[in-house]
């Protein structure tokens, strides 16, 4: 199976046999963490970037009286702190929400990236700032969506997140998250959480049994959702 | 003023619309003020929740009884222990959550 950063990249602009060469050649290790784990920890200053192969995961903060909130979901292909070779001190941490497959890549080897292939360095910086588009469309859709459209719009993205690495099965993908996960995502109370699950089941839209949730009505789910895809910038061209 | 003296507590019997249609609820009122909302709900909208059965859940809170105050979970499985933790939030006032 393709390294899913590649399949990822691959949906954007060309990669030529080369630079995926370099790209699997920077991974020094593979490691499994499990659920509930850290992959990164809050206030440490990695030597390495993890790219999640498998799994989810989440980043978060967690404040003094225990609340936490959920900055951003991860999936298979996403490079969670790639950001660490620049920033060095992590601010936030990154759990493994399931068990997750993580390559490991020494900041060493993203130095060498940058000094020697240009095209792959622009591809990195593009990696870093689609997380920084989908945190923006997070923050908007936290402020002003109701908590029907936001649960929406947060499955449409998934989705299409999933689809570009090839995991999903027709209308369906495998989303193991808990209402707890799923309202320190979106800000909600876990009331809240099976409350809007219901409305989207009940008005046909979704159907969740188990980890596998289907989409019913792709169209109607992206209206109420109001989502569109721009911000996930999945265009082939030329970067 | 929060922490000086037991707060006046009294409930209004209302129907709550949410999500999911009417709920039994009740308004809480400390004194004159009204403090919090909880409504009445089934173990089916508690599901993945700490204990996963139904319970009063806090609908709207204000002041120090304001939903970003609380912990998590907010669904009480009495109404004497919604009612318990609404004292405990009007003493220690904004200080603490």
């Not at chain 2, 209004?12 to 919090?36: I, T």
């Not at chain 2, 139904?54 to 002041?63: D, K, R, S, T």
């Amino acid at each position: 199976m393709p390294n899913p950063l590649v399949l990822k990249l691959e949906q954007r602009d060309r990669l030529s046999d080369d630079e995926k060469r370099v790209l699997e050649s920077a991974i020094s290790r593979v490691r499994v963490v499990e659920a509930d784990e850290d992959i990164v920890h809050e206030g440490e200053t990695p030597s390495e970037s993890s790219l999640l192969l498998d799994g989810f995961a989440a980043r978060y903060k967690i404040f003094s009286n225990g609340r936490r909130q959920i900055t951003a979901i991860h999936v298979a292909g996403d490079f969670v702190d790639l950001h660490s070779f620049l920033l060095k001190t992590m601010d936030h941490g990154v759990l493994a929400l399931t068990p997750c497959r993580v390559a490991v890549v020494p900041h060493a080897a993203l130095e060498k990236i940058t000094a020697d292939h240009p095209h792959l360095t622009r591809l990195l910086w593009l990696n870093t700032l689609i997380d920084g588009a989908i945190h923006r469309e997070w923050l908007t859709a936290m402020g002003r969506l109701s908590a029907t459209a936001h649960m929406a719009h947060f499955i449409c993205e998934l989705f299409l997140r999933l689809e570009t690495v090839g995991r999903t099965d027709g209308a369906t993908i495998h989303l193991p998250l808990t209402q707890a996960e799923l309202g320190d995502t979106l800000g909600l109370s876990t009331v809240h959480v099976n409350r809007v699950l219901q409305e989207l089941r009940k008005e046909g839209l979704i159907r969740w049994q188990g980890d596998a949730l289907t989409i019913l009505d792709w169209e109607r789910l992206e209206k109420v959702g109001e989502f569109t895809p721009t911000y996930l910038n999945l265009q082939h061209e030329h970067r | 003023m929060p922490g000086q003296s037991t707060p006046n507590i009294s409930l209004q019997p209302v129907s709550v619309m949410s999500d999911g249609g009417s709920h039994e609820g009740r308004l809480v009122f400390s004194g004159s003020d009204l403090v919090a909302v909880f409504a009445k709900i089934s173990a089916e909208e508690n599901a993945g929740g700490r204990s996963g059965r139904g319970g009063w859940f806090l609908e709207a809170g204000f002041g120090p009884c304001g939903i970003l105050m609380t912990h998590q979970p907010s669904v009480f499985p009495t109404l004497e222990e919604a009612i318990a933790w609404v004292r405990e939030r009007l003493k220690s006032g904004l200080a603490s959550s």
